[in-house]
């Protein structure tokens, strides 16, 4: 299937293409390509692809053209594993849709059954989790004996998170004739056995991987600790700045995180995500165009259908969840002959699917150059040279793609990263002890009571209190300063009490004070303060 059919040539109506416009969208996907024009024909479809194909809008588009706009009814149903899944897919309907007056809801555990009592009334399409939607139509709260049509998002997974049960009630309550859309990127037995109970007539679609890599890319990947991810990504940018980068992230609310810390370390940055406006998305590509800001952070859904020359550099904050992704990232450089770098981070935990990538990616490059090998006359020993020097895409990408370290040699770089470490934490013991004595040895030679300081004692330090009062009582005329100074707080006062010497009262002035005391202790069963015997010195 071609790489540039564009949505106009698939049979979409006026109004899917003006939204699609909007978005930014003209050429459709490999899935898109092939699963647009057989569910417009009303087709049972069984489809085979990734996450990050174009699924969404595979299925998504021509449901959309299908609907009756007019009918208050629920038409479509779309059950998702997991409900960030769920917020996605009706994002994306919703804004392709939402100008047609189609409203799409997004239905899900976490959240108040009665709060979403309103969008099962009312929207045309729904998009829910499997546990979710059990319970609402358990309870009478959906009503799907309009539904026309059932999509069912990453079949695989629900099944390995044990919806088997919850499928198979929906599924049974729908009404026929309907369509049926199927979505995996895998294809087990369970699988196979809801096709062959719930559809008819079904074809099937397998969309190809693709994963050789562009010609002139090097691939380098660096391990990074989770909380120092952003860091380590502007380290990289100022060591070797790009002329234009493209940093990916998983999730839209990461290209805002990302771009903000970029900006606060110095770097010209930007971010794409799927919730800013077409206006935004042009004013923003523009300055990336221009060389305004050379980063852009963006996420996989917003970054496609972007052409833009000059990208030398592609960085991955996270490791892509599939060898797909992975490839296509890389692909925004590299292009029209030109070198690119693709840099992937990666975390302990991500290894072992970094370790997959770069072995789907070794093993395609193997069969691709034993199979230019193969094509080589032996009778043409002159071609040689010319081979070495404009090698393919293939062997390109097993000499760059980055491989994972041997156990051995993995050992042996953890070792002489510990003693490193240890080194580093050997001297700077030393360092910050010399530090802190010749911070001391500054202090002692200042003065110690000058008025700045006593201030900032008394309004940082209440335990230091008695101490800096008995000092200064012991130098000339200190009290009135002391006095002075710990008044302007309560703690002051209190400390002010208790460190410095008052007038002892005469017996008389005793005998007063203990009448006064008995006599106002209780004033109309109110307890009142007993007044302060505190006399200061002159």
């Known amino acids: 299937m071609p790489d540039n059919i564009r949505f106009e040539d698939l049979g979409l109506p006026p109004e899917i293409l003006r939204g699609l416009s909007q978005m930014g969208f003209a050429h459709a996907t490999p899935v898109q390509a092939a699963a647009i024009p057989e569910v417009l024909k009303g087709k049972d479809l069984v489809v085979q692809a990734k996450t990050g194909s174009g699924k969404t809008l595979a299925f998504g588009l021509p449901v959309l053209a299908r609907l009756d706009p007019t009918s208050p009814d629920t038409q479509v149903l779309v059950i998702t594993p997991t409900r960030e899944l769920a917020i996605q897919v009706a994002e994306e309907l919703n804004k392709v849709g939402g100008h047609m007056g189609i409203l799409v809801s997004a239905i899900y555990g976490g959240t108040k059954m009665d709060k979403q009592m309103t969008d099962l009334a009312w929207a045309s399409i729904i998009v829910g989790t499997p546990g979710r939607l059990r319970d609402h139509l358990t309870r009478g709260n959906l009503h799907l004996t309009k539904c026309t049509t059932v999509v069912l998002d990453e079949a695989d997974e629900m099944l390995d998170m044990g919806f088997k049960d919850d499928l198979e009630f929906i599924l049974s309550g729908l009404p026929k004739p309907r369509t049926t859309l199927l979505f995996s990127a895998t294809f087990p037995k369970a699988i196979e056995a809801i096709a062959k109970k719930y559809m008819t007539s079904t074809e099937k679609i397998a969309v190809s991987s693709g994963l050789t890599t562009p010609t002139d890319i090097t691939h380098r990947f660096l391990k990074v600790s989770e909380s120092n991810r952003v860091e380590a990504l502007a380290t990289l940018i100022r060591k070797e700045p790009p002329n234009l980068g493209i940093v990916f992230c998983k999730r839209k609310s990461e290209t805002t995180q990302v771009s903000r810390k970029l900006r606060a370390a110095g770097i010209p940055s930007g971010y794409l995500n799927g919730d800013m406006d077409q206006a935004q998305r042009e004013a923003t590509l523009a300055q990336f165009k221009r060389g305004d800001i050379n980063i852009l952070v963006a996420t996989d859904v917003a970054a496609r259908g972007l052409d833009i020359n000059g990208i030398t550099h592609v960085y991955n904050v996270s490791v892509p969840q599939d060898t797909e992704t992975y490839v296509h990232r890389s692909g925004r450089t590299g292009r029209a002959g030109k070198k690119g770098t693709c840099i992937t981070l990666v975390t302990p935990e991500e290894?072992?699917?970094?370790?997959?990538?770069?072995?789907?990616?070794?093993?395609?490059?193997?069969?691709?150059?034993?199979?230019?090998?193969?094509?080589?006359?032996?009778?043409?020993?002159?071609?040689?040279?010319?081979?070495?020097?404009?090698?393919?895409?293939?062997?390109?990408?097993?000499?760059?793609?980055?491989?994972?370290?041997?156990?051995?040699?993995?050992?042996?770089?953890?070792?002489?990263?510990?003693?490193?470490?240890?080194?580093?934490?050997?001297?700077?013991?030393?360092?910050?002890?010399?530090?802190?004595?010749?911070?001391?040895?500054?202090?002692?030679?200042?003065?110690?009571?000058?008025?700045?300081?006593?201030?900032r004692e008394v309004n940082g330090q209440a335990e230091a209190y008695r101490t800096i009062a008995q000092e200064l009582?012991?130098?000339?005329?200190?009290?009135?300063?002391?006095?002075?100074?710990?008044?302007?707080?309560?703690?002051?006062?209190?400390?002010?009490?208790?460190?410095?010497?008052?007038?002892?009262?005469?017996?008389?002035?005793?005998?007063?004070?203990?009448?006064?005391?008995?006599?106002?202790s209780h004033s109309g069963g109110r307890l009142t303060r007993k007044p302060s015997q505190v006399v200061y010195g002159e």
């Not at 895409?393 to 051995?408: G, I, L, M």
């Not at 002075?484 to 208790?498: C, D, F, P, V, Y």
């Open 351 to 455: 290894e072992r699917y970094f370790a997959k990538i770069q072995q789907d990616l070794t093993e395609t490059a193997r069969k691709a150059m034993a199979a230019a090998q193969a094509a080589v006359p032996a009778q043409a020993p002159a071609q040689a040279p010319a081979a070495r020097r404009q090698p393919t895409a293939e062997p390109r990408a097993q000499q760059e793609a980055p491989r994972a370290p041997q156990p051995a040699r993995q050992e042996r770089q953890d070792r002489q990263e510990r003693q490193e470490r240890q080194e580093r934490e050997s001297t700077r013991a030393p360092r910050e002890a010399e530090r802190r004595i010749e911070s001391r040895q500054s202090e002692n030679a200042r003065p110690r009571y000058s008025v700045d300081t006593i201030y």
């Open 473 to 520: 009582l012991r130098q000339t005329d200190a009290e009135r300063l002391v006095a002075a100074l710990l008044s302007q707080t309560n703690a002051g006062k209190r400390m002010l009490e208790k460190s410095i010497p008052r007038e002892e009262p005469s017996d008389s002035q005793r005998d007063h004070s203990r009448r006064r005391s008995r006599s106002t």
